[in-house]
């Protein structure tokens, strides 16, 4: 056995517990329902706990690959940050909770609050734009989040619409601590580490939209480069895009650096005023940076001039008619725990039913969950008719050029070896066409062009490639349903240039 097994097993986080743990919690504690989603080192489950039945998200960690990837350091940081904001306090509530961990030779497992509602981006991107008063909601609960992480002393420093969840009441869930920093405790993401850090999340993540310029440039940072963030979000949830955007990373880079961005005409003034005293370059002049634990300056801003700062209300959002907890039900025959087996089912069940992100606008799925044999392209005429009757009501219906889409989603789309990324949405229509779109400015970027040439690859859950003749595009699925896309791709190839 290799030394890498070795300290596999020998692998121990000997770091705080969470409170009221009574005894070690164990796999066999909890019935996995269903594959949320994948990370590059972590698989994520919705679970219910056998004894209390109440629903958690278990963050599956694989420790061979943490340790041969050197992540040590990003997986204790974010159970250590999420221990210091768990707990009673009313701010508690806008992050995930880490109700317990435990470990097995091969895995670690990190037991969640369940964000029964997804992602801010997700919810976004098919929103395109949130009406003023929801911003000024989820801006106001934000800054008590970020309030509350001043008190704990955590900067976040990878804050983003990604890493905002919504819980089953819509309110936020800020998750993804790895990066984070606990302010008096010697930063181990040093600086000449810091670039690995960037680099790490844009191959994870994809998105350097959001950092600021001293995180950038590897330099001291400090709360107030949180507050660049929240700007750049406030700008999003308006505008429905982010601030600074450039066909690359390095334009991108260029363009934080010289603070070249724009409003566009029909911005909301108040909040124009906000986020240009937010996304400062100066990080100490930034709106809010010199107050002490509550972001008193910004509380008082104009924008939030109708906040009642004791008591936000309820969510803007409601989820009437699309509670998932209501069909959560454990299968008779399901045992608790996560034996090879039950890993092997989930995977199956997760390639087999349709992918959360299709966002199939009035359009049934294409593959129903009762023939998941059946092939993407096997529709009668009239099928196609219909589909294409329904489709009328989509908004991408514009990109395809009359084609039948038969499959759609966002992927994260990289580019060059730096793992740079955009969000597209990707079309998969007869023609054969895969368009895919900015859905920010909502124009078509292009499309991967089909030959007979054309191969998919796998490289996990979440990352595939297609290998064309002339280019290999890199693409990520960030929930977990690329071989769903592969196989779907493979289908369309093959019925268009079938295989003697
Ligand atoms: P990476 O590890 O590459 O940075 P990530 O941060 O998205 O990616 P995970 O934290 O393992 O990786 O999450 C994987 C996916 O699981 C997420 O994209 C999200 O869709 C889903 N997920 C994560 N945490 C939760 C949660 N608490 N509730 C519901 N879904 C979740």
Redesign the pocket.
């Known amino acids: 056995m290799n030394s890498c097994c070795d300290q596999n097993h020998s692998l121990n986080l000997k770091m705080p517990q969470p409170q009221n743990e009574d005894r070690k919690k164990i796999p066999r504690d909890y019935y996995f329902l269903k594959i949320?989603?994948?990370?590059?080192?972590?698989?994520?489950y919705?679970t219910v706990e056998a004894e209390s039945k109440k629903e958690y998200?278990i963050?599956v960690l694989r420790k061979r690959q943490i340790i041969r990837e050197n992540k040590m350091e990003y997986v204790n940081r974010e159970k250590k940050s999420l221990l210091k904001l768990g707990g009673s306090d009313p701010s508690s509530r806008f992050f995930?909770h880490l109700y317990a961990t435990f470990q097995d030779s091969e895995h670690l497992y990190f037991v969640?609050?369940?964000?029964?509602n997804?992602?801010l981006l997700d919810y976004l991107a098919r929103q395109k734009t949130f009406k003023i008063e929801w911003v000024k909601y989820y801006a106001a609960e934000l800054l008590l989040a970020l309030e509350f992480m001043k008190v704990k002393h955590i900067i976040h420093r990878d804050l983003k619409p990604?890493?905002i969840?919504f819980d089953r009441k819509w309110h936020i869930?800020i998750?993804?601590f790895?990066s984070s920093k606990i302010v008096g405790e010697p930063d181990v993401l040093k600086k000449s580490d810091d670039t690995n850090c960037r680099r790490r999340?844009n191959s994870?993540?994809g998105t350097a939209q959001y950092v600021s310029p001293e995180v950038l440039h590897g330099e001291e940072t400090s709360y107030s480069s949180d507050l660049w963030a929240f700007g750049c979000i406030i700008y999003q949830m308006i505008s429905g895009q982010t601030p600074f955007r450039a066909a690359s990373e390095y334009l991108i880079f260029q363009k934080i650096t010289n603070l070249d961005y724009q409003f566009p005409e029909e911005f909301d003034q108040s909040a124009k005023d906000l986020v240009e005293k937010l996304i400062n370059l100066v990080p100490e002049k930034r709106l809010g940076a010199l107050d002490g634990t509550s972001y008193t300056s910004i509380r008082e801003h104009e924008f939030f001039k109708n906040t009642n700062w004791d008591d936000l209300g309820p969510a803007p959002i409601s989820s009437e008619g699309c509670d998932e907890l209501d069909n959560l039900v454990i299968p008779n025959n399901l045992k608790p725990g996560l034996t090879d087996e039950i890993t092997t089912q989930l995977h199956l069940n997760m390639l087999s039913s349709p992918s959360s992100v299709e966002v199939v606008v009035h359009t049934p799925p294409v593959r129903k969950k009762s023939e998941p044999n059946r092939k993407l392209t096997d529709l009668s005429e009239e099928e196609i008719g219909e589909r294409l009757e329904l489709q009328k009501n989509d908004e991408y219906c514009k990109f395809v050029e009359g084609n039948l889409i038969l499959k759609k989603g966002f992927l994260e789309k990289k580019k060059g070896t730096f793992g740079f990324a955009r969000k597209r949405m990707f079309l998969l229509t007869f023609g054969p066409h895969l368009y895919y779109v900015d859905p920010n400015s909502m124009t078509l970027k292009g499309e991967v062009p089909f030959s007979e040439g054309m191969k998919t690859e796998a490289k996990n859950f979440?990352v595939f490639y297609i290998h064309t003749p002339n280019r290999i595009y890199y693409l990520e699925d960030?929930?977990?349903y690329a071989l769903e896309w592969c196989k779907a791709i493979d289908e369309v190839v093959n019925y268009y240039f079938p295989k003697n």
């Open positions: 949320l989603g994948e990370g590059s080192f972590s698989t994520v919705l998200a963050k995930v969640l609050t369940y964000a029964r997804g992602e990604e890493n969840l869930l998750t993804d790895g999340k994870f993540v979440k960030t929930t977990g």
